[in-house]
Nanobody
Framework: QVQLLESGGGLVQPGGSLRLSCDAS????????MAWYRQAPEKRRELVAE???????YYADSVKGRFTISRDNAKNTVYLQMNSLKPEDTAVYYCNVEWGPGLRDYWGQGTQVTVSS
């Protein structure tokens, strides 16, 4: 199993920046990919960014050029640097791990990001 602990959410003004962190522990050696999802009120959870074990990345069109996902393998931590934040980025952000040959999903508890003046 994998345990995930997110941090770094909060309230920020439009145009501001935040960095989210997600610390992974447990059976980290079978992690295929780490990702960030978000869910706004009354909306479906959506994939924001993903980084696979080989280093390739994916970004949703809505965050390309503004968000950067990175991973520190020594610390078993994945980061999401969010710049030029917009009110529509307001959501609960969840860390996700794709694990093992069965592609099992693990989720963090979520961290609130609010972009408002």
């Amino acid at each position: 199993q994998v345990q995930l602990l997110e941090s770094g959410g909060g309230l920020v003004q439009p145009g501001g920046s935040l960095r989210l962190s997600c610390d992974a522990s447990g059976d980290i050696f079978n992690i295929n990919a780490m990702a960030w999802y978000r869910q706004a009120p009354e909306k479906r959870r959506e994939l924001v960014a993903e980084i696979r074990s080989g280093g390739s990345t994916y970004y949703a069109d809505s965050v390309k050029g503004r968000f950067t996902i990175s991973r520190d393998n020594a610390k078993n931590t994945v980061y999401l640097q969010m710049n030029s934040l917009k009110p529509e980025d307001t959501a609960v952000y969840y860390c996700n791990v794709e694990w093992g040959p069965g592609l099992r999903d693990y989720w963090g508890q979520g961290t609130q990001v609010t972009v408002s003046s």
